[in-house]
């Protein structure tokens, strides 16, 4: 469990760097006010990290849930609902910080398929070789 969380939050944190470097409607702002829970925010580099870490976070514990509650759909849609739902998280994270901003559906698209695809791939990068 802790593997994946760590992964998970490793593709956060690169999936939403690579966003903002390669999509134009992804961008990561400084707001003089920024702060969580009484640390400040004063770089794009710290807001990237938290958000990378809320993405991990929310992608251990609160997508299984979500998948469980639409599985009729993801069967009807052969899986695509799936993306669907990560799409939905992301935009969740736009809506809740205020240092983040996703364009409407293109580099929400994006955004949401570069982060699933390195969540995809990382985990491979930290299996448990077995004897």
């Known amino acids: 469990m802790v593997r994946k969380l760590i992964s998970q939050i490793i ?6 760097a690579l966003a903002i470097w390669l999509i134009p409607g992804v961008k990561v702002q400084v707001i003089p006010d920024s702060s969580f829970f009484g640390i400040s925010l004063t770089a ?3 807001i990237i990290i938290l ?3 809320v993405f991990g976070i929310i ?12 599985i009729p759909l993801r069967i009807i849609t ?4 799936s993306l669907v739902i990560n799409m939905a998280i992301i935009w969740g994270v736009d809506l809740i910080f205020q240092e983040i901003t996703i364009g409407w559906f293109l580099p929400l698209l994006w955004t949401t398929i570069i982060i699933w695809g390195l969540s995809i791939i990382l985990p491979t ?3 448990k070789k077995e004897k």
Do not use: E, M, V
């Not at 593709?11 to 939403?16: D, N, R, V």
């Open 11 to 16: 593709a956060g944190i690169s999936g939403l």
């Open 44 to 46: 794009n580099w710290h």
């Open 51 to 53: 958000l990378g870490i």
């Open 59 to 70: 992608n251990t514990f609160l997508r299984p849930i979500l998948n469980t509650i639409t």
């Open 78 to 81: 052969l899986g695509l609902f």
């Open 125 to 127: 990068l930290f299996k």
